[in-house]
T-cell receptor
């Protein structure tokens, strides 16, 4: 039973390029949360998605960032025209149903470096 | 607004001794959940323990226990019999149990070093 899978583990982009981060939730999980961890800081909530729906995007920057969770395939966090300040670890967590929070299953994260 | 405070940026403990990592929280929600996660140097986020605000007993998971004091709004993590492999960052987090959105609010973490 595979856990939450994130890829790539490490991603290097030049300023101005696009970054696509993928998250495949655990089997049977239809709820995904994305978090960002800046260096030396805790995680910050970005967005909460269910299949084909964005439920809460209150933590997403207003520009350049978008997220989706299609009916088929992984959830994608997309960052357009990356800047140095986007360098961070991005974590995805999944849960089986709405309102289930006894344990949030995290992926290993994607470390984005913008050069 | 919800907030998590971890006042200890770094802690040292001798191998085989117990250590307490502090966490205080602030919320106006009547129902909420409290979590502790471990982040080793490899970077992954490992779930350790969960406490629901209405749970009567303090949560325990092996060597981890959560000292939940609701009136004080504290949820300290106790690690007994520390091992070298416990050296890592430890994060306290909280979710509201109102509604279906279980997003987590995180503290800044405590770096624990276990000395041989």
């Amino acid at each position: 039973n595979a856990g939450v899978m994130q890829n790539p583990r490490h991603l290097v982009r030049r300023r101005g390029q696009e970054a696509r981060l993928r998250c495949s939730p655990m089997k049977g999980h239809s709820h995904v949360y994305w978090y960002r961890q800046l260096p030396e800081e805790g995680l910050k909530f970005m967005v909460y998605l269910q299949k084909e729906n964005i439920i809460d995007e209150s933590g997403m920057p207003k520009e350049r960032f978008s997220a989706e969770f299609p009916k088929e395939g992984p959830s994608i966090l997309r960052i357009q025209q990356v800047v140095r300040g986007d360098s961070a670890a991005y974590f995805c967590a999944s849960s089986p149903m709405a309102g289930d929070n006894t344990e949030a299953f995290f992926g290993q994260g994607t470390r984005l470096t913008v050069v | 607004a919800q907030k998590i405070t971890q006042t200890q940026p770094g802690m040292f403990v001798q191998e085989k001794e117990a250590v307490t990592l502090d966490c205080t929280y602030d919320t106006s929600d009547p129902s909420y959940g409290l979590f502790w996660y471990k982040q080793p140097s490899s970077g992954e986020m490992i779930f350790l323990i969960y406490q629901g605000s209405y749970d009567q007993q303090n949560a325990t998971e092996g060597r981890y226990s959560l000292n939940f004091q609701k009136a004080r709004k504290s949820a300290n993590l106790v690690i007994s019999a520390s091992q070298l492999g416990d050296s890592a960052m430890y994060f306290c987090a909280m979710s509201s149990n109102a509604g279906n959105n279980r997003k987590l609010i995180w503290g800044l973490g405590t770096s624990l070093a276990v000395n041989p």
